[in-house]
């Protein structure tokens, strides 16, 4: 063909599926998340552990992987998140089904840093991918490793846009998506769900009530499951942000500070990076991971503070950041320890300071933020006044998706 380099697959998306691998993909095994029983049997569809109700980790076999998957291999791959095929669960070519998402911007923010006080400062724009928000690396990966298992039909509860990314990738892929949203959505997501094909079943109460009548729903129905977390799939997605972190910037940085709701990407980003390690691309070297929340739903941060190794739920969760109002996580566990051995910590910041960096983003990078993206940039001038960060540091700050998405 006579078309360069890494555009190709962008111009022409069937080349992700024929792009050649250095080896074969496809997990070696999964991971009860708690207690580290195996479970060899991986093309059978799996849900939280047998063993103690937890998520289930994918494990891969890197030692094999190791000096032949390597950040040189990447070179001329689709810019998309299955440029990392090697380390992610679905094994044919056929089932890489593609909206284009991931390999999102790292944005350079000197201006930014400069108002806030840092030297260094990053903005990984996650509002760029499909549907307008990072759940598309998390729902393709699970619609895709669906389907490659035989599955028709899935369901999740959503705050809105996890339920949008479902519907867009099960219509690419040919599957029935049935999403359990808050009624207060806003309809703008509503509308987009459906009109992505997916049935959307409105719920008075939070996504936590919306997970309970889906999980009735499918086990009556036979639909497959997708909330975060409880199936294996969605981590694996989310977990090529750190990927390309180190792809784009060419090493680790120093401080991630994340926007946090069921905190599948931060545990998805901490699994990444050890992943690296064993792969050779990076050292023991890690960074802080600072999860923010909002002051009306802050379970993690509450956790953090007084040390308990799980999170108890946040009664009357409130806050205008939907993706953050998540009363009870299932990883919060992996979460916290991912905090912890981090040396990282846990911020909460009002709705209106949220608003605030949302505009200060904008003016000072070109980046229009969500408010959970804002919240990410409000956090950082209580995290240097608490000693929890240093001027000097090199941050990234996770705009987890566009302001567009709640208009
Ligand atoms: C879902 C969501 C979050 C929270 O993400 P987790 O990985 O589940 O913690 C943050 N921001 C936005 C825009 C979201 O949609």
């Known amino acids: 063909m ?53 998520p289930l980790l994918a494990r891969y076999d890197l030692p094999a992987l190791r000096g032949r998957f390597t950040p040189t291999t990447l070179s001329g791959r689709p810019p998309d998140l299955w440029r990392y095929a090697e380390v992610l669960p679905v094994r044919a070519a056929e089932h890489r089904i593609t909206l284009g998402e991931g390999f999102t911007p790292l944005v350079p923010a000197p201006r930014l840093a400069e108002e806030l006080e840092l030297d260094r400062l990053w903005i990984k724009d996650e509002g ?33 846009n996890a339920g949008a990314a479902a519907a867009a990738y099960g219509a690419a892929a040919g599957i029935a998506v049935h999403v359990a949203i808050p009624k207060d959505t806003p309809a703008s997501i509503i509308e987009e769900t459906r009109a992505l094909g997916a049935e959307v079943r409105l719920v008075d109460g939070l996504i936590t009530d ?29 977990k090529t942000m750190a990927y390309e972190l180190v792809e784009q910037l060419g090493r680790v940085p120093e401080v991630i500070v994340y926007p946090t709701g069921g905190g599948t990407g931060l545990v998805g980003m901490w699994k990444a990076f050890d992943e690296m390690e064993e792969l050779g691309w990076i050292g023991g070297e890690r960074p802080r991971m600072i999860s923010v929340q909002a002051t009306g739903c802050a379970p993690m941060v509450r956790a953090w503070e007084t040390g308990a190794e799980m999170a108890t739920p946040w009664e009357d969760a409130a806050t205008a950041a939907w993706g953050l109002r ?24 009002s709705d209106d300071k949220m608003r605030e960096a949302v505009s200060r983003i904008g003016r000072c990078t070109g980046v229009y933020a969500s408010i959970e993206g804002g919240a990410t940039a409000a956090a950082v001038p209580l995290l240097l006044e608490r000693g929890l960060l240093d001027a000097g540091e090199e941050v990234v700050l996770f705009n987890t998706g566009s302001g567009l998405t709640y208009d």
């Open 128 to 160: 760029q991918n499909p549907t307008g928000s990072f759940k598309a690396r998390g729902l393709v990966m699970a619609v895709a490793r669906a389907r490659e298992l035989g599955i028709e039909a899935v369901a999740l509860p959503s705050a809105g």
């Open 2 to 54: 006579m078309v360069a380099g890494a555009a190709v697959g962008a111009i022409f998306p069937g080349m992700t599926k024929h792009m050649p691998l250095v080896a074969p993909a496809g997990v070696s095994h999964l991971e009860c998340g708690m207690c580290g029983a195996a479970y060899g049997d991986a093309e059978q569809p799996w849900r939280l552990s047998p063993c103690c109700d937890r």
């Open 326 to 349: 998540v009363p009870r996580a299932v990883g919060d566990i992996l979460i916290l320890d991912a905090i912890r051995s981090s040396g990282g910590s846990a911020v909460a910041v």
């Open 210 to 238: 919306a997970g309970a009548l889906i999980g009735r729903d499918a086990a009556e129905h036979g639909w497959f499951d997708l909330s975060t977390l409880k199936e294996p799939y969605r981590i694996e997605g989310k």
